[in-house]
């Protein structure tokens, strides 16, 4: 099956693999033939002994992102997430000099080793610290690495920008109808445009990205805060296609008046898990890998067009619907950890709906992600291609749907125009998903993804076409948005100037409604509290404050009102 969940595609064709491979792979040559005899193995580990991390030294292996993230919604840091042992690694390396670690799972516990020799295989299966049960991933047949082997740390520190000026309101161009279809303008008008969110996609090429003028705004503002390429060999995320940038485009383009995706003021990390040259059950592997380090990073939200059911390149491979159940596949399983552990996980249902196939695939099956269907707007009917559920121990799957069919994106080219694919309906809804996570600060991952299935206009009565529905992700909002009154009560406009501002801010208060005024920064944490504001323009001192994106909210008896500012 093809992993890109795209039924067709505005871009140009991927280069033939042969030539690709002459040009990019000079440390790694892959044999694509099917039915090759494996050459990459999945060993599990059987613990974490003498391992040089602890729990204690976080540091050491999460950014302070990650950290704050967990200490925020009380998410334990545990042995699962010490990295693997690198002693195991290195005395695994040191058994024969062909052996490389292509990938790795500190959450499962797992490395996948190349090892083309079979006696090697053995010494590794007889090592104290492994199992003998080892699973075949891949055929492939590497050039001996010459050279030091460098081990790189799952964790990248980064700062995201939150104090970033942009224009109110939007013209959406042809991309209203996209956000429309869930309400998701409310929410933009309301200031919830993805500030101080990150969002990590995990895709397989994002050619043109760094250089199309469409795009450039989002470096000059900081918004693309990383990369990561997991495919061995290959050092270049801009490589191996368009389907990373196409899938991109829907959430974070902002031009006006051409296209502006659901999360535009989101900051974004690119890890580059799918290998554009090969359809092989180590991909998996690297799948998992990325949302460890997703974790890693602190992201709050992730989105993958990727999945994964049957390897034209390595059949050893092949899955049933029967492993559909969101625990026989590595990358089902850590998608399932990653929301546990406080990370929205959005991924494509599939386009096998017209196909043998017919279900969903992996990651989708897992459980507590929202695994996202196809749609068209016209008439809000499920796209033809849009993979079925349910999962096969029974759960609701796809959990929802979005905007799939007619979808606009931004190809490697720059041309905006429509494309078809629950590819591009995920990443619609990662969008907004990371908008309600910037409105309701104070609900975990798990929290947020159980309040987008219930607000799915079918919520009462799924089905294994659509789940639960399309979310109204407006009404999400009103219905959780913290206040002392009914939670359904439409949020009033809250004056507030000079924004930005300096040293003081002006609330107007005409109708003496407001009583109490509180100031939150972008992860929700209340930073000071005004009490008895009964004046018709209250005056707020802010000089204390440092420069940055902030939420003002106004409380009185019978209404809550929110504003952003930003303090220079």
């Known amino acids: 099956m093809k992993r890109f969940h795209i039924q067709k595609i505005i871009t140009r064709h991927m280069k033939t693999k042969n030539i690709i491979f002459l040009i990019i792979f000079s440390a790694l040559m892959l044999q694509l033939p099917a039915q090759n005899p494996a050459t990459c193995f999945r060993i599990q580990l059987n613990d974490k002994n003498q391992s040089p991390y602890s729990v204690n030294r976080p540091e050491e292996f999460l950014s302070q992102r990650a950290i704050s993230n967990k200490a925020r919604f009380n998410i334990p840091i545990t042995e699962e997430d010490l990295p693997v042992n690198p002693q195991y690694k290195q005395q695994i390396c040191a058994l024969d000099d062909t052996i490389q670690i292509l990938a790795e799972s500190k959450w499962q516990n797992t490395v996948v080793i190349y090892c083309p020799d079979s006696l090697a295989l053995e010494a590794v299966k007889a090592l104290p610290f492994t199992d003998t049960a080892v699973i075949p991933v891949a055929s492939y047949l590497l050039v001996p690495y010459q050279g030091h082997r460098e081990v790189v740390p799952d964790n990248d520190h980064l700062m995201l920008q939150n104090d970033l000026l942009f224009d109110s309101l939007y013209d959406y161009g042809p991309g209203w109808d996209q956000i429309a279809f869930h309400n998701g303008q409310r929410l933009h008008e309301l200031g919830f445009y993805g500030d101080g969110m990150l969002i990590v996609v995990l895709d397989g090429g994002w050619e043109g990205f760094d250089t199309l003028s469409v795009f450039q705004n989002l470096y000059e503002n900081g918004q693309i805060v990383g990369v990561r390429d997991l495919i061995p060999g290959h050092n270049n995320v801009q490589d191996g296609g368009t389907h990373g940038t196409c899938v991109t485009?829907?959430?974070?383009?902002?031009?006006?008046?051409?296209?502006?995706?659901?999360?535009?003021?989101?900051?974004?990390?690119?890890?580059?898990?799918?290998?554009?040259?090969?359809?092989?059950?180590?991909?998996?592997?690297?799948?998992?890998?990325?949302?460890?380090?997703?974790?890693?990073?602190?992201?709050?939200?992730?989105?993958?067009?990727?999945?994964?059911?049957?390897?034209?390149?390595?059949?050893?491979?092949?899955?049933?619907?029967?492993?559909?159940?969101?625990?026989?596949?590595?990358?089902?399983?850590?998608?399932?950890?990653?929301?546990?552990?406080?990370?929205?996980?959005?991924?494509?249902?599939?386009?096998?709906?017209?196909?043998?196939?017919?279900?969903?695939?992996?990651?989708?099956?897992?459980?507590?992600?929202?695994?996202?269907?196809?749609?068209?707007?016209?008439?809000?009917?499920?796209?033809?291609?849009?993979?079925?559920?349910?999962?096969?121990?029974?759960?609701?799957?796809?959990?929802?749907?979005?905007?799939?069919?007619?979808?606009?994106?931004?190809?490697?080219?720059?041309?905006?125009?429509?494309?078809?694919?629950?590819?591009?309906?995920?990443?619609?809804?990662?969008?907004?998903?990371?908008?309600?996570?910037?409105?309701?600060?104070?609900?975990?991952?798990?929290?947020?993804?159980?309040?987008?299935?219930?607000?799915?206009?079918?919520?009462?009565?799924?089905?294994?076409?659509?789940?639960?529905?399309?979310?109204?992700?407006?009404?999400?909002?009103?219905?959780?948005?913290?206040?002392?009154?009914?939670?359904?009560?439409?949020?009033?406009?809250?004056?507030?100037?000079?924004?930005?501002?300096?040293?003081?801010?002006?609330?107007?208060?005409?109708?003496?409604?407001?009583?109490q005024v509180e100031i939150f920064d972008v992860s929700g944490k209340q930073l000071c509290s005004f009490d008895d504001c009964h004046q018709s323009l209250i005056q707020l001192p802010v000089h204390q404050l440092q420069p940055g994106f902030y939420i003002i909210r106004a409380k009185g008896q019978n209404t809550v009102r929110t504003a952003k500012i930003i303090k220079r």
């Open 249 to 515: 485009s829907t959430m974070a383009t902002a031009v006006n008046g051409q296209l502006i995706g659901t999360a535009p003021h989101a900051s974004y990390f690119f890890i580059l898990s799918e290998n554009p040259y090969s359809e092989e059950l180590i991909e998996e592997d690297f799948w998992a890998q990325g949302v460890e380090i997703a974790d890693s990073l602190g992201a709050d939200v992730i989105n993958s067009s990727l999945g994964y059911s049957t390897f034209d390149d390595f059949h050893q491979g092949d899955f049933t619907y029967a492993d559909c159940d969101g625990v026989a596949s590595i990358a089902s399983r850590n998608a399932s950890i990653a929301c546990r552990k406080g990370i929205a996980v959005c991924v494509s249902a599939g386009n096998e709906g017209s196909r043998p196939w017919h279900y969903i695939s992996h990651p989708a099956d897992a459980v507590d992600v929202l695994s996202v269907g196809a749609a068209r707007v016209v008439d809000s009917a499920m796209a033809y291609f849009s993979s079925y559920g349910p999962s096969y121990d029974g759960r609701v799957k796809p959990d929802v749907v979005s905007v799939g069919w007619n979808t606009y994106v931004v190809n490697a080219n720059g041309y905006i125009g429509p494309g078809n694919g629950t590819s591009f309906a995920s990443p619609v809804l990662a969008g907004l998903v990371a908008c309600l996570r910037q409105a309701l600060p104070q609900k975990n991952a798990m929290e947020i993804t159980d309040i987008v299935r219930r607000h799915g206009h079918q919520y009462a009565t799924p089905d294994t076409i659509m789940g639960y529905g399309i979310p109204d992700m407006y009404q999400a909002y009103l219905d959780n948005v913290q206040t002392e009154v009914k939670a359904k009560e439409t949020p009033q406009q809250l004056m507030v100037y000079p924004n930005p501002c300096i040293d003081k801010l002006i609330l107007s208060n005409t109708d003496l409604s407001i009583s």
